[in-house]
């Protein structure tokens, strides 16, 4: 397993970090099978391991919190906070009530006494990002969180926050988390050298763009009964227009992962983590055999002239599909922030 820096915290990653989404009935409800992926990947050396607190509404928490029991020193640990966590409509934000209650109920299933990396998981409009930096200040200076970050914030909220940082002594974000893949190229035209620029460490999630780049779904293929594709049909776009052109990229990039010699799945991997500023690649199986499948891609070496032939199937700054975005502004949902 190869490590890299993360941002300027100083904190040493491994290149591939577990993402856990799939601990529960969002994946795979077994925790036992859950501790089995985890151990595959501590095994192997990976020592980055991300969650979130609406990940099954605390289930995915739960199972990790038991599973780290005995090894919790031996990983670097994140989560987020945003999402809706019930019907009250407190129980979600960035506001400083709601980051004090979830980050206690986080550290209470986790089964840990601090958070490493404590992520906003998506902007909150409603609230003024100094209420979200002042709170996870004092997070940190508590030391229930030893770093704080974001995840699917564009460019210029990335710097909204540090110069507000800045400007009132807060504690910075250290790292953003977006959706990078072959097929979800946005972020290249801003969020990436905007993270770079600020030292900010990037965690990529979706490398394999919900299973596109696994290889799994081949033009003339059916879904498997088990895909994500029929899991979760209302977020996976298949049988649209933007899958054809996935389909078509999935058959070339299939041939140009036989003459690499590897999988697509590390060919996807490795591509995103060919770029300068990214630190690691989130990977999340659902099964022990999908984690060992992950294996190596770390490994893996691109050289010019495959990324370039990447660059032809989809253009860089491309996203092949725009919700694989992640995150779309209010401006562009709330017809009132557009018209007079």
């Known amino acids: ?11 040493q990653v491994s290149t591939l970090c577990l993402g856990t989404m799939m601990f529960g009935k969002w994946g795979n409800p077994d925790p036992a099978e859950c501790r089995r992926i985890l151990d595959v990947a ?14 099954d509404f605390g289930v995915s928490e739960e199972i990790l919190g038991q599973a780290l029991k005995g090894r919790r020193d031996d ?7 945003h999402n809706p966590m019930g019907d009250d409509p407190n129980r979600r934000g960035n ?11 986080s550290l209470r299933r986790l089964q840990t006494d601090w958070i490493d ?9 409603s609230t003024d990002v100094d209420e979200t930096l002042g709170a996870l200040s004092d997070l940190v200076h508590a030391g229930k969180v030893r770093a704080i970050g974001t995840s699917t914030f564009p460019a210029e909220l990335l710097v909204d926050a540090a110069w507000v940082a800045d400007r009132r002594g807060r504690e910075r974000f250290a790292t953003e988390q977006p959706p990078y893949s072959i097929f979800a190229r946005g972020i290249e035209r801003d ?41 979760q049909a209302d977020h996976f776009d298949w049988q649209t227009p933007e899958a054809e052109r996935k389909l078509d990229a999935v058959e070339a990039l299939v041939k140009l992962a036989e003459e690499v010699g590897c999988s697509l799945t590390h060919l996807a991997v490795a591509f995103t983590l060919a770029h ?12 022990p055999e999908q984690m060992v499948s992950m ?26 599909n725009e919700e694989n975005a992640g995150y779309v502004p209010p401006a562009l949902l709330d017809p009132a922030l557009r018209r007079r």
């Not at 501590?42 to 990940?55: C, Q």
């Not at 990983?75 to 906070?81: E, G, N, P, R, S």
């Not at 891609?297 to 990447?310: F, G, Q, T």
């Open 95 to 105: 506001s400083r009530r709601w980051i004090f209650q979830a980050v206690e109920e």
């Open 1 to 11: 397993m190869e490590y890299r820096t993360l941002g300027r915290t100083g904190l």
């Open 276 to 287: 300068r500023a990214v630190t690691s690649a989130i990977v999340g199986p659902r099964t």
């Open 191 to 231: 969020v990436l050298p905007t993270a770079e620029r600020l030292g900010i460490g990037v965690l990529v999630w979706a490398p394999l763009n919900g299973g596109w780049l696994s290889g799994k779904y081949r033009r003339g293929a059916e879904a498997s009964a088990d895909s994500r594709a029929l899991r």
């Open 42 to 55: 501590l095994d192997a050396g990976i020592n980055f391991v991300d969650t979130a607190d609406v990940y």
């Open 295 to 320: 294996l190596g891609a770390e490994s893996v070496r691109l050289a010019a002239d495959v990324l370039d032939r990447i660059d032809e199937l989809v253009p860089p700054g491309a996203n092949l």
């Open 117 to 125: 990396l404590y992520q906003v998981h998506r902007p909150d409009p």
């Open 75 to 81: 990983v670097v640990l994140a989560t987020k906070f």
